[in-house]
């Protein structure tokens, strides 16, 4: 049912909210700037007023955009992307370090590693492997639960003395959900007490057979630390893309999702995006989840700024008009009235939920008074 707030109609009016409220009493309608009305209702509300109607449905405004723009462009082959998921202390953030440093493009200036939330390395081979650091599993989740499915494969960090703990058998099931393929990094093998033979035994309970097992799990020893088997991980890594076969069409509107997103002093809004398909360009218009903007500015993982930023390319995008969530689709559009559009769509269509809840609330404690 459609419904909106009388403080959204008056604003959408361009109206004072008492105004709209005395227009309701007369026609015997009583309701608070924060009550919703419906969309009949509504409309006589408009007509009082002298504006235009113009209702637009659900599908009106989501179709054309969910449905994947057609693109005859050519497909290539594509980085894969990357989630280092694992225990708590068992590495992660260290081995998604050191893996950093191997980036022969880093250059001179590297060595400050910046915290963001992807970045992409290229190997000597000149193959490169995007990484996302996901700010634990709940993130993954929610992306997940959002659709936006962007990691190809995932790195299960296992520290070789502590073997596998309660979060690694989230990771498992997490990456078991998403049908993404695994590879098991067994870390810390530097350290007095590792012992990778038992944490690959335990991997056999949770269905993980590895490969020297007789399974299809490799799994691979590495030192974070110690800076031991970075290389063989990540060539495990292309080979498991190979095999995976990844290509995307770069010469088409970009379509990608946001890893994550803050508000910064001086900056604005400030979202870490990860490109899926087609190339993101300065100056083009875009909705993220319930927010809409035109990029300023676009910054690689290192903070340099880019012109544009093609398929498995994570970037920095400035220019938005507001912060959107972990997980929302970015999709470029043609115009901008569309995409505030879509935009003011979705906002007004999240409040109405939320009132439709703390809705329910109310009754619902009105019912245990009785
Ligand atoms: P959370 O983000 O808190 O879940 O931890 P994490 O998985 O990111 O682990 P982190 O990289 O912070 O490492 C935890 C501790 O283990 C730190 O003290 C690291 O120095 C240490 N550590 C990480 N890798 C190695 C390794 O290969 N060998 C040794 N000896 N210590 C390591
Ligand atoms: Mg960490």
């Known amino acids: 049912p459609e419904a909106i707030t009388v403080g959204d109609l008056a604003n959408r009016m361009a109206e004072r909210a008492t105004d709209v409220i005395k227009s309701l009493m007369k026609m015997g309608v009583m309701a608070t700037v924060n009550q919703a009305i419906d969309a009949d209702t509504a409309e006589l509300v408009v ?19 969910l449905k994947p723009v057609e693109v005859d462009g050519d497909a290539v082959t594509r980085a894969p992307v990357v989630t280092v998921m694992g225990h708590v202390d068992h590495g992660k953030t260290s081995l998604l370090d050191a893996l950093r440093a191997t980036d022969i493009a880093a250059g001179e200036a590297g060595g400050i590693t910046q915290h963001i939330g992807a970045y992409q390395v290229t190997m000597s081979s000149g193959d490169k492997i995007t990484f996302l650091d996901t700010p634990g599993h709940a993130a ?73 097992m007789g399974g299809d799990v490799i799994c691979v020893e590495v030192s974070a630390l110690k800076r031991i088997g970075l290389e063989a991980l990540e060539e495990t890594i292309l080979l498991q893309a190979e095999m995976l076969e990844l290509k995307a069409v770069p010469d088409a509107p970009a379509r990608g999702a946001v890893v994550e997103a803050k508000l910064e002093v001086g900056r604005g809004s400030v979202a870490t995006v990860l490109v899926q398909s087609g190339t993101l360009k300065v100056g083009d218009i875009f909705v993220a989840g319930q927010e809409w903007g035109r990029v300023r500015a ?28 972990a997980g929302d689709e970015f999709i470029v559009l043609q115009d901008e009235s569309r995409a505030r559009e879509i935009a003011d769509y979705r906002q ?3 409040r109405e939920q939320q009132f439709t809840i703390a809705a329910r609330g109310t009754l619902e404690q009105m019912f245990e008074k009785v």
């Open 140 to 212: 993954f989740t929610a992306m997940r639960q959002r659709g936006a499915e962007v990691t190809d494969i995932v790195v299960l960090v296992v520290a070789a003395d502590d073997g596998i703990q309660p979060q690694t058998v989230e990771a498992i099931n997490h990456a078991k959900a998403a049908e993404v393929p695994i590879i098991v990094a067994i870390n810390k093998i530097d350290k007095e007490g590792a012992d990778p033979s038992k944490a690959k035994t335990q991997l056999l309970e949770h269905s993980l057979v590895p490969e020297d």
């Open 47 to 65: 007509e009082e007023f002298g504006h235009r109607i113009k209702r637009v449905s659900d599908a009106d405004v989501e179709d054309a955009l």
């Open 348 to 350: 007004r269509k999240n």
């Open 298 to 325: 676009l910054l690689d993982d290192r903070g340099r700024q880019i012109q544009e930023a093609g398929p498995s390319v994570p970037v920095e995008v400035l220019g938005l008009q507001g912060t959107p969530s």
